[in-house]
């Protein structure tokens, strides 16, 4: 006897549809009921989109695909049914360059509040945008209808409220341009920093308009001892499922390896949890080029101002094996003459000898960067 596809139990179907594309699905879905359930089930359940600026612009050359990709909020919103089957949904809007693209991301944005209102089984949700969206969003996501083990959204929403609206959220990663997002995060680090039940907060940065992002920012502050390892592995897991969203093919450590790793303390952090965020890094982001580390003064006792001053530093980021460019961000008024004198000593005869692919390090302080390239004498280059 042959066997048709609709003959297939309602869940081989479902595993089958999970190989097919998203067009795939929405044809299928229109074939019969039996399809259309199984298709609906696989097409709804992970949502990925992304916006570019001829997207949101009014052009009758993209007008066709742009009223598709905006009317699938319009579907979630109008129909609960097909919302209550959402369980991942990533917005990616790929450039703010544009002013009309930019009032148009908020109408986006409106759209994915009203939807969000239908999908209570929603756990992991990543609104990619670096700009404000006027309290809607946040509204929809503080209100209970659903319950998040992972967020990533701009630095603009309310994410003290948000963080006490999902109890159970485990990742919380804060896209923002990384000088613009500062000053907020070391109020926010100063409220959150005596509370043992925070999410695992981490920032994504890029450079320019572009939105896909290249730099990842963790704060040892926010983290308990003995529980690093498992946070960097799943933020290194999470990463990877986005990332490898854009990426047709490639292992997750060809998609870590373009991120440039940053750990930034703002004096509250002690020494062996910022060593041992350092090393849990280096372990779950093997393929990293590019690490960087600052804390933010030494006032504070058992916190150094020079981060390579941080007792067993400079081991610890010895375990990051293929790194090649190490940057050291320093916020005090020292010379940055003896700055990169004290640092360069500690180079030659520990760090290189230990991670034998570093070819350059720098030194940022606050009005003036030095550059100490690879050669026998790890010379000094200075630029402002």
Avoid at 107 to 135: C, F, T, W
Wanted: aromatic content about 10%; hydrophobic content about 40%; charged content about 20%.
């Amino acid at each position: 006897m042959t066997l048709k596809l609709n003959d297939f139990a309602a869940e081989l179907l479902h595993c089958i549809f999970r190989f097919c594309s998203q067009i795939d699905l929405a044809s299928l879905s229109q074939v019969d009921s039996t399809f259309r359930e199984a298709a609906e089930d696989v097409l709804y359940r992970h949502i990925y989109i992304s916006f570019f600026p001829f997207d949101l612009i009014p052009d009758k050359t993209w007008q066709s695909w742009a009223i598709t990709k905006k009317s699938l909020f319009h579907t979630l919103a109008s129909n609960p049914q097909k919302a209550a089957l959402l369980r991942y949904l990533q917005v990616q809007f790929e450039d703010i360059g544009y002013h009309d693209a930019t009032q148009a991301n908020r109408s986006i944005l409106g759209r994915i509040a009203d939807a969000l209102q239908n999908a209570p089984n929603l756990v992991d949700l990543r609104i990619m945008v670096k700009q404000y969206s006027e309290g809607k969003l946040s509204e929809a996501i503080k209100s209970g209808h659903f319950q998040l083990h992972t967020l990533y959204c701009d630095s603009f929403q309310d994410l003290e409220g948000i963080m006490v609206s999902h109890r159970h959220l485990r990742l919380l990663g804060i896209y923002a341009v990384r000088d613009h997002f500062f000053p907020h995060a070391t109020e926010l680090v100063k409220n959150l920093h005596n509370n043992r039940n925070l999410p695992g907060i981490f920032m994504l940065g890029s450079h320019g308009f572009t939105n896909n992002f290249s730099q990842l920012t963790l704060f040892p502050e926010l983290y308990v001892p003995g529980q690093t390892f498992t946070l960097c592995r799943d933020i290194a897991t999470s990463l990877g499922q986005d990332r490898g969203k854009r990426h047709d093919s490639g292992s997750m450590d060809d998609h870590h390896r373009g991120l440039e790793i940053q750990i930034v303390d703002f004096s509250y952090a002690k020494t062996a949890i910022i060593c041992e965020v350092v090393e849990a890094m280096a372990e779950c982001f093997v393929g990293c080029h590019d690490f960087s580390m600052g804390v933010q003064n030494s006032i504070v006792e058992g916190i150094a101002s020079k981060p390579w001053r941080i007792p067993g530093l400079l081991t610890s980021i010895s375990r990051f094996k293929q790194l090649r460019r190490l940057r050291f961000y320093v916020y005090d008024d020292e010379s940055l003459h003896q700055v990169a004198m004290d640092l360069r000593p500690l180079l030659s005869n520990e760090l290189v000898p230990a991670c034998p692919t570093l070819v350059a390090a720098f030194v940022n302080a606050p009005s003036v960067a030095a550059h100490m390239a690879l050669d026998s004498d790890w010379n000094v280059i200075y630029y402002g």
